[in-house]
């Protein structure tokens, strides 16, 4: 196994970031290693002086050479959590985008669980029903009840969004 590195985090005086992905600080008799917390979007993040930092970034500030001066730092193995020096690359969006759909890392959520739905399934059901059953001009009066817009009430009637392979 690789010998752990520490190197002083510049802007941040008394902590200090390893190849291993690891972040200690000096503001006590001993060292101590931070455990950071992993945010909803998998990553592993340090709170230092009252600024939330990511270790992954820190890592990769610290002992990856940018001279192409990319902007994001890609997890090689997809695993997010990985900070480790050999897991770590400078990256554009572009290529980050690419790597991610190429380890699966996104998958593509429909329905209900998209992250920006409004309707629950059961809503959508409702309006199909009440799509069905209704007078013409119905469209308007379900975009106020359910808080869209008219023209998603009528993808929904045209099958183009919410469609039943969704939800």
Same mark, same amino acid.
Request: one cysteine or more.
């Given at each position: ?7 002083? +985090? ?5 902590? !200090? $970031?390893?190849?291993? =992905? ?16 992993? %945010?909803?979007?998998?990553? +592993?993040?340090? /709170? ?10 820190? $890592? ?5 050479? &940018? ?13 997010? /959590?990985? &900070?480790? +020096? ?20 996104? %998958? @593509?959520?429909? =329905?209900?669980? @998209? ?11 409702? +309006? ?5 059953? =209704? ?9 106020? !009840? ?22």
């Amino acid at each position: 196994m690789e010998e752990e590195v520490w190197k002083q +985090i510049e802007n941040f005086p008394g902590y !200090e $970031v390893s190849n291993r =992905g690891r972040v200690r600080s000096y503001k006590w008799t001993e060292p101590r290693v931070l455990k950071g917390k992993q %945010t909803s979007y998998g990553y +592993i993040q340090v /709170t230092l002086l009252n600024k939330q930092l990511y270790v992954h970034r820190l $890592v990769a500030q610290a002992f990856l050479p &940018n001279p192409a001066d990319k902007p994001e730092v890609n997890h090689l193995n997809g695993i997010k /959590t990985d &900070n480790r +020096i050999q897991n770590l690359e400078w990256c554009t969006s572009s290529e980050n985008n690419l790597h991610s759909h190429r380890c699966l890392l996104r %998958t @593509h959520t429909h =329905g209900q669980e @998209h992250h920006s739905a409004k309707l629950s399934d059961r809503d959508v059901q409702e +309006i199909r029903e009440k799509l069905w059953m =209704g007078k013409r001009g119905i469209g308007k009066q379900l975009a106020q !009840e359910y808080g869209v817009c008219e023209s998603r009430i009528s993808n929904i009637k045209k099958g183009k969004a919410w469609n039943r392979s969704e939800g």
